[in-house]
């Protein structure tokens, strides 16, 4: 069974510039998280998917982060504008259903912005 | 704020049992231990969960102990291969509770 697919693996780009990542869950998972990763330290949550329904997004800077899980299946977690300080790891997870649900996660998507 | 502490670094020779441990003074009755690990560059890897009960599964034991605010990870016999960063995390099983990652243990493992 395939895992979390994510790309693309890394990304560079200049700040000021858009980028967008992909995310395709575990087949049936019907719960969908990313979570950004700075260097030295465990992931953070920026928002959880149910099916298509963004339910926990308190996390995502809404002034450049979106996201959209359009038929409730893959993902894409854009940045627009991208600055310096967005350079981490994005990693999404997914998981069967909700709560104590085990969350599997892709490789992530190293962002470098210079 | 974690909810679990963690040593930064632990070392193990390889082919003993590792035994990472974690406090989770604070935990509540609704909320399941879990580890991941994540070896570098990669995404954090599932590896065990539990609520009350010591669990077993084919990477490694779960020990929670009774008042359930510390748990140890146990990986039996240690490879090269475990060495990682491991991640000791809480969630509640009533939803709208999201996984929280300290800074974890680095698990080296001297051949």
């Known amino acids: 069974e395939a895992g979390v697919v994510q790309s693309p693996r890394y990304k560079i780009i200049e700040k000021k510039q858009p980028v967008a990542f992909w995310c395709n869950p575990i087949s049936g998972h019907n719960t969908l998280y990313w979570y950004l990763q700075n260097l030295g330290q465990g992931p953070e949550l920026l928002i959880r998917y149910e099916n298509e329904e963004a339910v926990d997004d308190s996390q995502l800077p809404k002034d450049r982060f979106s996201a959209e899980r359009l038929k409730g299946v893959d993902s894409t977690l854009k940045i627009q504008p991208a600055e310096l300080g967005d350079s981490a790891v994005y990693l999404c997870a997914s998981s069967w259903g909700r709560g104590s649900d085990t969350q599997y996660f892709g490789p992530g998507t190293r962002l470098t912005v210079l | 704020d974690a909810k679990t502490t963690q040593p930064p670094s632990m070392d193990c020779a390889e082919g003993r049992a590792a035994n990472l441990p974690c406090n989770h003074s604070t935990i509540s009755g609704n909320e399941y231990v879990y580890w991941y690990r994540q070896i570098h560059s990669q995404g954090p890897q599932y590896i065990i969960h539990g609520l009350k009960n010591n669990e077993t599964n084919e990477m490694a034991s779960l020990i929670i102990t009774e008042d359930r605010k510390s748990s140890t990870l146990i990986l039996p016999h240690a490879t090269l291969r475990d060495t990682a960063v491991y991640y000791c995390?809480?969630?509640?099983?009533?939803?709208?509770?999201?996984?929280?990652f300290g800074t974890g243990t680095r698990l080296t493992i001297i051949p």
């Open positions: 995390t809480l969630i509640s099983n009533f939803g709208n509770e999201k996984l929280t």
